[in-house]
């Protein structure tokens, strides 16, 4: 967990809380079951994130956030929201170097939110571009965490 900023400015703050909801959002996210109390605090809790980091952060923040926002929709079944935030962090992460794990996220995500959207075409190759980048990840904690996500995700 973060810790908590020492100074009152608003951009350590902003930080913070952008971090803190980012965290447990995605602990949320890869739970193997949650409540329904679970599922909408984890819905607030990315658009939290969203929110703090578009105040302060990068652009590659923006998307990460992005990335976000695109699984947590998709696992609630917001197939629309989430095929539109899906789009944009794949836009993003594809068009430029990316890290082999982001990667794999990337066509994970893209895969879970055309599931939810009822896309089946888009679900079955972004899917399979997901598996393909899963195996190349280098580092197995980073092929782990991304793995906890791809479980989440229906195989075509």
Partial sequence: MPKEPLTTDAPSWHKFFASTANNRAWTLSTATTRTPEQDQEMLDLA???AWHWRAIGTELHHMRATMLLAEVHALLGLGASATRYAKQMHTY?????????ELAFTHAITAHAAYAAGDL???RSAYTQAVAALDAIADSEDRAIVNQTMAQIPAP
Avoid: K, L
């Fill in 47 to 49: 658009h939290a994130s």
């Fill in 121 to 123: 075409a888009t679900h």
């Fill in 93 to 101: 992460f594809t068009s430029r170097e990316t890290d082999d794990w």
